[in-house]
């Protein structure tokens, strides 16, 4: 969260918030200050999340856009919070601040247990299976859309381009090259649709089933069905601390995965023969995203930007 969105949200924000919708500020437990200011409603006991997004990082339509796709996934059965409509009949709703507004939006507080990759073998497969079958039902749900959700697409993402935020020359070789390869790639209503984009586990619960819960659609967009698992496989191999260049195919994990999806749907020949290459995208993208936030800045980050440096200047030419 960039300072200056930290100092507009003054009290004044939080009188409207009462005014409008009945929220009072004491009533909220603050959870979380990543892209937007998270809390749990009420403070006690919590039924509810409410999430206030600068302006500066989503617009209204962009939240009304996201709290449809979570409604259109719960309804066709998929485990996932819930988007909830707020007092006057909307999904998202403006509150003004000094510079731009804060976008209301509330959704359901799921109760569940986080989980983490890399504990032990036994427990990264059965994530995977568990993400290979989710995924499978968010791409068929996807492809099944009939009315348009007015997301944005993976190339109006600004942080996919890295000449515009990393100085590194080696990195902006690489960055332009993956970016070229991205937009060579040809769309297809059974490869591109509307994703998560972002579920690792930091954005999802097991509830008292052990299913996945789907937490925090902040980042879905219409991308390549293959991101959502790609996400997920570099996370594995950051979490066992596996080399840039391992047998991700053929690996265990990777297999899971595919096994899983194909219980649900055919694994497409797209997943198989792209995977590596957005596993690599994913890296390149999330280095350009901290120098975008200016997280680079942070000596504690220090160590662990070298080594995505490291990993980026590892990979096989585009």
Same mark, same amino acid.
């Given at each position: 969260?960039?300072?200056?969105?930290?100092?507009?949200?003054?009290?004044?924000?939080?009188?409207?918030?009462?005014?409008?919708?009945?929220?009072?500020?004491?009533?909220?437990?603050?959870?979380?200050?990543?892209?937007?200011?998270?809390?749990?409603?009420?403070?006690?006991?919590?039924?509810?999340?409410?999430?206030?997004?600068?302006?500066?990082?989503?617009?209204?339509?962009?939240?009304?856009?996201?709290?449809?796709?979570?409604?259109?996934?719960?309804?066709?059965?998929?485990?996932?919070?819930?988007?909830?409509?707020?007092?006057?009949?909307?999904?998202?709703?403006?509150?003004?601040?000094?510079?731009?507004?804060?976008?209301?939006?509330?959704?359901?507080?799921?109760?569940?247990?986080?989980?983490?990759?890399?504990?032990?073998?036994?427990?990264?497969?059965?994530?995977?299976?568990?993400?290979?079958?989710?995924?499978?039902?968010?791409?068929?749900?996807?492809?099944?859309?009939?009315?348009?959700? =007015?997301?944005?697409?993976?190339?109006?993402?600004?942080?996919? &381009?890295?000449? /515009?935020?990393?100085?590194?020359?080696? *990195? !902006? %070789?690489?960055?332009?090259?993956?970016?070229?390869?991205?937009?060579?790639?040809?769309?297809?209503?059974?490869?591109?649709?509307?994703?998560?984009?972002?579920?690792?586990?930091?954005?999802?619960?097991?509830?008292?089933?052990?299913?996945?819960?789907?937490?925090?659609?902040?980042?879905?967009?219409?991308?390549?069905?293959?991101?959502?698992?790609?996400?997920?496989?570099?996370?594995?191999?950051?979490?066992?601390?596996?080399?840039?260049?391992?047998?991700?195919?053929?690996?265990?994990?990777?297999?899971?995965?595919?096994?899983?999806?194909?219980?649900?749907?055919?694994?497409?020949?797209?997943?198989?023969?792209?995977?590596?290459?957005?596993?690599?995208?994913?890296?390149?993208?999330?280095?350009?995203?901290? =120098?975008?936030?200016?997280?680079?800045?942070?000596?504690?980050? &220090?160590?662990? /930007?070298?080594?995505?440096?490291?990993? *980026? !200047? %590892?990979?096989?030419?585009?």
């Amino acid at each position: 969260m960039q300072q200056e969105h930290i100092d507009l949200l003054d009290d004044k924000v939080f009188q409207e918030l009462y005014q409008k919708h009945g929220i009072l500020k004491d009533d909220l437990k603050p959870l979380g200050t990543s892209e937007a200011f998270v809390y749990g409603y009420p403070k006690q006991n919590p039924t509810d999340i409410i999430r206030l997004t600068h302006s500066s990082h989503r617009s209204v339509s962009d939240m009304e856009a996201e709290a449809r796709f979570i409604l259109y996934l719960k309804s066709n059965g998929i485990q996932t919070m819930s988007s909830k409509y707020l007092r006057d009949g909307s999904l998202a709703s403006e509150i003004s601040c000094e510079k731009g507004s804060f976008i209301l939006s509330r959704y359901s507080f799921e109760k569940g247990e986080f989980t983490e990759l890399g504990l032990s073998k036994e427990k990264d497969l059965e994530l995977a299976y568990k993400w290979g079958v989710l995924f499978a039902k968010l791409h068929q749900a996807s492809i099944a859309l009939k009315e348009p959700i =007015h997301r944005s697409t993976i190339f109006e993402r600004v942080w996919i &381009d890295a000449s /515009l935020f990393v100085s590194n020359k080696e *990195i !902006l %070789s690489q960055g332009k090259k993956a970016l070229e390869w991205l937009k060579s790639l040809k769309k297809t209503k059974e490869n591109f649709g509307l994703i998560h984009g972002d579920l690792h586990t930091g954005n999802f619960l097991l509830d008292e089933d052990q299913e996945i819960v789907m937490l925090d659609f902040d980042d879905s967009l219409y991308h390549f069905f293959v991101d959502d698992l790609a996400v997920v496989v570099n996370s594995y191999r950051k979490a066992n601390q596996l080399d840039a260049n391992w047998d991700l195919i053929n690996d265990e994990f990777t297999q899971a995965l595919f096994k899983a999806y194909s219980s649900i749907c055919p694994v497409p020949d797209f997943f198989v023969k792209n995977l590596e290459k957005f596993v690599e995208f994913r890296e390149i993208s999330l280095y350009t995203f901290y =120098h975008q936030k200016e997280l680079h800045l942070k000596k504690s980050l &220090d160590q662990h /930007l070298i080594q995505m440096e490291d990993t *980026i !200047l %590892s990979y096989k030419k585009w």
